[in-house]
């Protein structure tokens, strides 16, 4: 069986720095996000990956059509080996979290949580049903907000916070299977997500919020999937990384 990871999200920012590292050891990676096809970005991507990338709409929101879109990949691509859920959304609005809606909320909490689940609920479904001698994973991008407070964008810190406890059930339940879970959490990341805030953070990077002293970027992501992908962590199922340049050790 080839190895074929899909990633959502994967067409720019963190996805895009995995979906690289990825098909730099031997995958085929099938890119699934709400953008429509012939967007620039998706253009992009899918030039810079060359033929071992593919493109496939889907919002993860809709999710009575997960199955549609993963009938889609497997006709063209086979079956998936290794699932990164990446794709999330910030907070629409920073602010106070005493005025925060429930539009956002329901918002956020949708496509990160909820839509992440059910997607990542029918991959699983399908590895389990379709035994395999090739390793198979699920990797959890969620945040080093899963565990440190944002009270400007409370909804965000829920949605990850959640996604963490996602992946260990994940994790418990997959694991007599012989398919690896593992979650990331991402620190500062210089993405299209985080661009707004670019000014806010350096001069808070610099200032020592980051003992590594500077941005990460989507290749530090990827460089850490490589591993988890490929088998080499398999015992380290139920593993959580962060990817963060020390940004949540606590200290004094």
Not at 160 to 176: Q, T, Y
Not at 216 to 239: C, H, K, T, W, Y
């Amino acid at each position: 069986m080839t190895r074929l990871a899909l990633i959502t999200g994967g067409q720019q920012g963190i996805g895009f720095g995995i979906a690289e590292a990825l098909v730099g050891v031997g995958f085929r990676v099938a890119l699934v996000a709400r953008s429509k096809t012939d967007t620039p970005e998706v253009g992009a991507a899918l030039e810079k990956l060359g033929a071992r990338a593919r493109y496939f709409r889907h919002d993860l929101q809709e999710i009575d059509r997960v199955g549609t879109v993963l009938d889609a990949i497997e006709s063209e691509m086979g079956p998936v080996t290794t699932l990164v859920s990446n794709a999330g959304v910030p907070a629409k609005v920073r602010g106070d979290m005493l005025n925060l809606s429930p539009e956002s909320f329901d918002f956020v909490l949708g496509v990160n949580l909820r839509g992440a689940f059910f997607f990542a609920q029918e991959v699983a479904r399908r590895m389990v049903d379709r035994p395999s001698d090739v390793y198979r994973s699920l990797i959890f991008v969620t945040s080093v907000s899963a565990t440190m407070a944002s009270i400007e964008r409370a909804e965000y810190c829920i949605s990850k916070a959640g996604a963490a406890m996602m992946a260990e059930l994940f994790a418990v339940r997959l694991a007599p299977h012989g398919i690896g879970v593992f979650e990331l959490r991402p620190g500062i990341i210089a993405t299209e997500m985080t661009a707004g805030v670019k000014d806010k953070y350096t001069a808070r990077i610099e200032g020592g919020l980051v003992p590594a002293q500077r941005w990460g970027q989507p290749e530090d992501i990827g460089r850490v999937v490589v591993p988890m992908a490929e088998g080499n962590l398999a015992f380290a199922s139920g593993a959580v990384v962060p990817v963060d340049g020390g940004l949540s050790i606590p200290r004094l």
